[in-house]
């Protein structure tokens, strides 16, 4: 009850109303209303207002720690954060730069019937399962194939489960005590949400589209999101892998990667929309030095877009669709691009000729 909610996320959304504001209620605590998040006001708002508690989303916490460091980093009362989407490198490095504060990594989603809650604050998971836990909520985590995007079959069409640490598809079984309510209007949205048959006939599971991994701990961490991985060389990319290993190089502030198609070429090339830090230039020697010394050759991103903002949903998730769609066409996009070139040992301006020998399978990528 004495404490102090700082909520600076939209309402619309069921981690501010129901977590937040809901919450903040059933405790009798406080809570702060932000009407638009500000990271260079954040710590000012927290001081002033005491707050104990805030909430996060996404790449929240990355734009706090983004903020230029001040002397009086550590000095507020804030005790804990409650979210999601906080990755390893930033929860290290938010803990480290702006004290002890315990981040509860939540998962969910509104409409899903089953949640995991991190309340030990191990870095990197969403949360612990254990015998109670599995009483309440049958939830299952099966082999998924990256190539195909779906889930592999057994020969009698059934899903399979995976081992102990190995990653999966998390699907939820929907029954009395989980059920899934569906959305309203279309059928079909509700339908597709679901997968049925997936272990015996008759069965139905909510496909929370997330691919997890559990550990001999019970520990479950969140690996990607389907569709967050891509195919390049007969191997599989996972973007958020790439995008930490490029969050370390020190001109880089913010980076997005994502696959493109190019023209004769299997699966989808990697290509990383990339925020410079200010006043700090691109230095393509290296960062190629930086992604041939710690990534396999199949990750490392073929084509860099530099950009001044970069796009996000309402909750502070990158947006990768229009950069997909917009593809690495120097001609089509007002953007710097630069393409990994190893004779040069550099990531070197993508220029329209090199385009076009890339596009009639001159160049070899
Ligand atoms: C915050 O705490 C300080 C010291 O405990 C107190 O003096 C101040 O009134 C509090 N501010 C608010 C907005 O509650």
Redesign the pocket.
């Given at each position: 009850a004495h404490d102090?909610m700082y909520i600076p996320l939209p309402l619309y959304h069921s981690a501010a109303s129901l977590i937040g504001i809901g919450g903040t209620i059933e405790l009798g605590a406080s809570c702060v209303l932000k009407k638009k998040f500000s990271a260079s006001q954040f710590w000012t708002d927290c001081r002033?207002?005491?707050v104990t508690v805030f909430q996060y989303i996404g790449e929240l916490c990355r734009y706090l720690c983004n903020q230029p460091k001040t002397a009086g980093d550590q000095v507020h009362?804030v005790r804990m954060g409650v979210g999601n989407g906080l990755r390893q490198d930033v929860w290290r490095e938010f803990q480290s730069r702006f004290g002890n504060i315990k981040m509860c990594e939540v998962y969910g989603s509104t409409e899903g019937n089953l949640c995991f809650m991190n309340h030990i604050g191990k870095i990197g998971t969403v949360g612990r399962s254990n015998f109670f836990y599995r009483l309440l909520f049958k939830y299952d985590l099966v082999k998924y194939d990256m190539v195909k995007d779906e889930a592999v079959k057994d020969p009698n069409g059934f899903c399979q489960r995976v081992e102990k640490g190995e990653t999966g598809l998390l699907l939820s079984k929907v029954s009395a005590l989980s059920p899934f309510f569906g959305y309203a209007g279309s059928k079909q949205l509700t339908e597709k949400k679901l997968m049925r048959n997936v272990f015996g006939k008759g069965d139905a599971y909510f496909n929370t589209g997330d691919l997890m991994a559990e550990d001999r701990d019970g520990f479950i961490c969140f690996k990607d999101r389907v569709g967050d991985t891509f195919r390049w060389k007969g191997e599989n990319v996972a973007t958020t892998e790439v995008t930490e290993t490029l969050g370390l190089v020190d001109f880089i502030q913010e980076v997005n990667v994502y696959g493109v198609e190019v023209q004769g070429h299997e699966g989808r090339a990697g290509m990383a929309a990339v925020i410079l830090r200010a006043g700090m230039a691109f230095d393509g020697g290296k960062l190629f030095e930086h992604v041939t010394r710690d990534m396999p050759p199949y990750a490392r991103p073929l084509f860099i877009r530099l950009q001044d903002v970069m796009e996000m949903t309402s909750t502070f998730k990158q947006q990768k669709f229009q950069l997909v769609h917009s593809g690495f066409n120097p001609s089509t996009t007002s953007d710097p691009l630069y393409v990994l070139d190893y004779q040069q040992q550099s990531y070197i301006p993508l220029t329209d000729g090199i385009y076009r020998s890339i596009q009639a399978g001159e160049r070899k990528l």
């Open positions: 102090v002033k207002h005491n009362k």
